[in-house]
């Protein structure tokens, strides 16, 4: 469950960089609020899933996935660059990230 906990937790952080980025510096205020809200839900997440997962590897997993997610819309929404190497390296990031997964353990179990 914790590990759901920080996938959610990633996710909104690709929410709040996304919604960063929309509010125009914060000129915007609807996409401002939206960052306001992807933080909190973001961080209890986090929060919730350090529990039981070590705090090192939360945070790279939680940061992780929040690059790969950003790097993703900036190339789907945003129409930013998708060359070789920019693709290369966030394979690089998602074999990381599965791979703290896998050697750590689950202290719930």
Sequence with gaps: M????LV?????EVGFTTSLKLSEGFT???????FVVCVIISFVFLTKSI?????GTAYA??????AVGTVLVGI???????NF??????GLLIIS???LKLVTPDKSA
Aim: proline share 2%; charged share 15%.
């Design 61 to 66: 997993i939680w940061s992780g996935i929040g």
């Design 8 to 12: 959610i937790a990633g996710l909104f």
């Design 2 to 5: 914790h590990w759901i906990l």
């Design 28 to 34: 915007n205020w609807k996409w401002a609020v939206g």
């Design 51 to 55: 529990e039981q997962i070590p705090l």
């Design 97 to 99: 990230i599965i791979g």
């Design 76 to 82: 789907l929404y945003f129409k930013e660059d998708a």
């Design 85 to 90: 190497w920019r693709i290369f390296f966030i």
